[in-house]
């Protein structure tokens, strides 16, 4: 079992960055791959972006690539969320979670998310 915290949110002007982070829990991190999604209010759950168990593969929405780099440190159980040129669409709460299979939707451990906040 794997348990997620994020953090890093915050409230920030358009154009400008935010660095997300999660921390996790248990020593099998290093065997899951990690995805990033947010739900704004009003929205349905939307998928960010993802990363293989390695850190040697990832994907990204339309919407963020370019904007948005994923990164892990599997030796400080860590999975990381680059935020660069934000925009105002991008105000969510900011989720991380944890599925065996780099491809999958079968994501079964998620953290209890954090609020980033774009201003125009």
């Known amino acids: 079992q794997v348990q997620l915290v994020e953090s890093g949110g915050g409230l920030v002007q358009a154009g400008g960055s935010l660095r997300l982070s999660c921390a996790a829990s248990?020593?099998?991190?290093?065997?899951?791959?990690m995805g990033w999604f947010r739900q704004a209010p009003g929205k349905e759950r939307e998928f960010v972006g993802s990363i293989s168990s390695s850190g040697a593969y990832t994907r990204y929405a339309d919407s963020v690539k370019g904007r948005f780099t994923i990164s892990r440190d599997n030796a400080k159980n860590t999975v990381v969320l680059q935020m660069n040129s934000l925009k105002p669409d991008d105000t969510s709460v900011y989720y991380c979670a944890a599925v065996f299979s780099y491809g999958s939707e079968d994501f079964r451990y998620w953290g209890q998310g954090t609020q980033v906040t774009v201003s125009s």
């Open positions: 248990g020593r099998t991190f290093s065997a899951y791959a």
